[in-house]
């Protein structure tokens, strides 16, 4: 049995080219964990800070050696420790949240707490599996900041992307009338999900879901009083107008995950993936994310 596997981390953040693929002993499962072997894992325009340095700017990271990428995993358990509840060979994904990690998703393998991961349906293939994690929770998490709409209104910027795409569903569940912000060409996706288009939002809503992360100008979408919540932690806009203003951390719950991965199969939430790359292209990945308008996920297959 091999004794180390690859991971991908930045020693020096430096944008996609300071990513280096390391050798890391493999490690067994403890009490409540479980190691997957892994399938996919998604790329994330959070991954992209992380190796652009931002969060490390932010005083967010202090790793001494190198630095982890990759939030979302799917892929097969093949250890469990005691009580971990998850038996070898489950197909499962999950998500590994937080910055300051010296380990993360792009890897052949990874231990996390079986409570962290969650049972991906039959009807769900791994790859697709893996981008659900962080979008969902941080959606599903973000609703939970907006609480329930009672048929005031919402804007949804970037409802076409991966955050908003979720959210627009999610919070029609908590009774928001919704409208998502995005381009022309995403006027029938958005449509498809139930919510109101717009390519260009004027000011005077209840609420905003920042999905685009427009920040400032998200603000001043919201009517006085209303409420903003924003994508980016550690960014927070100001207060203005008497505008609350909240900002979702994405954290790993794995009993929600099982019902969002369900919600997934079932068609209720999107789920989308442009291409499925070796681990080894994680830089051009990177540099095909960063040039935006790809609607679906890059996905890394070690």
């Known amino acids: 049995?091999?004794?180390?596997f690859r991971t991908a981390v930045v020693r020096?953040?430096?944008g996609p080219e300071s990513i280096e693929i390391i050798d890391v002993p493999v490690v067994e499962p403890g009490p409540g964990?479980?190691?997957?072997?892994?399938?996919?894992?998604?790329?994330?325009?959070?991954?992209?800070?992380?190796?652009?340095?931002?969060?490390?700017?932010?005083?967010?990271?202090?790793?001494?050696?190198?630095?982890?990428?990759?939030?979302?995993?799917?892929?097969?358990?093949?250890?469990?420790?005691?009580?971990?509840?998850?038996p070898v060979g489950s197909r499962v994904a999950g998500l590994v949240a937080g910055f300051d990690r010296d380990f993360g998703t792009y890897a052949e393998q990874l231990v996390v707490p079986a409570s962290d991961a969650a049972l991906v349906p039959d009807g769900l293939d791994l790859a697709t599996a893996a981008t659900v994690p962080l979008n969902s929770l941080a959606a599903a998490q973000l609703v939970d900041l907006l609480g329930d709409g009672e048929g005031r209104s919402l804007l949804v910027t970037g409802a076409a992307g991966a955050v908003g795409g979720n959210v627009v569903p999610l919070a029609q569940d908590r009774g928001w009338q919704v409208t998502g912000l995005?381009?022309?060409?995403?006027?029938?996706?958005?449509?498809?999900?139930?919510?109101?288009?717009?390519?260009?939002?004027?000011?005077g809503w209840d609420a905003v879901a920042d999905g685009a992360a427009l920040q400032e100008q998200g603000v001043e979408l919201v009517r006085d009083g209303g409420l903003f919540v924003g994508v980016q932690p550690g960014a927070e806009p100001a207060e203005v107008r008497g505008v609350t203003v909240r900002v979702v951390v994405a954290h790993p719950d794995g009993a929600r995950l099982a019902?969002?991965?369900?919600?997934?199969?079932?068609g209720r939430l999107p789920a989308r993936v442009h291409a499925v790359v070796p681990l080894d292209q994680v830089a051009a990945a990177h540099r095909a994310v960063a040039k935006g308008g790809?609607?679906?996920?890059?996905?890394?297959?070690p």
């Open 12 to 14: 020096t953040p430096g």
């Open 182 to 203: 995005a381009r022309a060409e995403d006027e029938e996706f958005v449509r498809g999900l139930g919510a109101g288009f717009t390519t260009r939002a004027a000011p």
């Open 1 to 4: 049995m091999a004794t180390t």
């Open 259 to 266: 019902r969002l991965l369900d919600a997934t199969a079932s």
């Open 33 to 86: 964990e479980i190691r997957v072997e892994i399938a996919g894992a998604a790329v994330n325009p959070v991954d992209l800070a992380v190796a652009a340095g931002v969060f490390h700017g932010l005083g967010l990271v202090d790793q001494p050696e190198h630095t982890g990428l990759g939030w979302d995993f799917a892929g097969t358990v093949t250890a469990a420790g005691p009580d971990a509840g998850l």
């Open 294 to 301: 790809v609607r679906g996920k890059y996905v890394l297959r």
